[in-house]
């Protein structure tokens, strides 16, 4: 069972639209989440991380963490064809504090 | 802030030679660092992990001996992959944990695209 599962995609959304990224992890134990997004070709880059319940904004993008249901989502709020990349999510597993990464959900936004 | 560099962004070289990547930190002390490898359309793989001083923990099926890793400082850390063959062609990439506020943030390097011919 992989540690952290994301939909592989790829998910199509029109311009201005709200995108939303789901990613469930294992590690039950797990206190720290971040979202990267990655485009072709090119390295990861940090979006956001969240640490506790709840909603975390920062401008167009929210993350949302439920740690009962091992839950974290990212919201892009008026997506933009920029925005297409592939996004991955990633949870500290407290077991030897090893950052375990999903592998990715493609998102394109059509112009 | 936050910013890591990475050297040279693209090589090509002949099979049998060795290759040595650079990962820098530029205005942050890293305490780890990490250097993945990424094939086309596919997920980061860890690789290893270093930290400064000691010697780097490998993932299981890493050759420690193909691929070399020296964490000298804070904010270097370098991976010489030895005796280059095809099937190393690969996207490599270097993160650096730390910066203002950490909490395990990692900030990725631009990468280095390792073609052996």
């Known amino acids: 069972q992989k540690e952290v599962e994301q939909n592989s995609g790829p998910l199509s959304v029109p311009e201005g639209a709200i995108a939303s990224l789901n990613c469930t992890y294992s590690?039950?134990?797990?206190?720290?989440f971040f979202w990267y997004r990655q485009y072709s070709g090119k390295s990861p880059e940090l979006i956001m991380s969240?640490?506790?319940?709840g909603d975390k904004e920062d401008g167009r993008f929210t993350a949302q963490l439920n740690k009962a249901s091992q839950y974290v989502s990212l919201l892009i709020r008026d997506s933009q064809p920029s925005d297409s990349a592939t996004y991955l999510c990633?949870?500290?597993?407290?077991?030897?504090?090893?950052?375990?990464f999903g592998a990715g959900t493609r998102l394109f936004v059509k112009a | 802030g936050a910013v890591v560099s990475q050297h040279p962004s693209r090589v090509i070289c002949k099979s049998g030679t060795s290759v040595k990547i650079e990962c820098r930190s530029l205005?942050?002390?890293?305490?780890?660092m990490f250097w993945y490898r990424q094939f086309p359309k596919k997920s980061l793989m860890l690789m290893a992990t270093?930290?400064?001083?000691?010697?780097?923990?490998?993932e299981q099926g890493v050759e420690k001996d193909k691929f070399l890793i020296n964490h000298a400082s804070l904010t270097l850390s370098t991976l010489t992959v030895t005796s280059a063959h095809p099937e190393d062609s690969s996207f490599y990439i270097c993160?650096?944990?730390?910066?203002?506020?950490?909490?395990?943030?990692?900030?990725f390097g631009p990468g280095t695209r390792l073609t052996v011919t």
């Open positions: 993160s650096a944990e730390g910066g203002a506020e950490s909490s395990y943030e990692q900030y």
């Open positions: 590690d039950r134990g797990s206190q720290s």
């Open positions: 969240i640490y506790s319940n």
């Open positions: 990633a949870a500290l597993n407290t077991g030897g504090f090893k950052t375990i």
């Open positions: 205005d942050f002390q890293a305490t780890t």
């Open positions: 270093s930290n400064e001083g000691s010697k780097a923990t490998y």
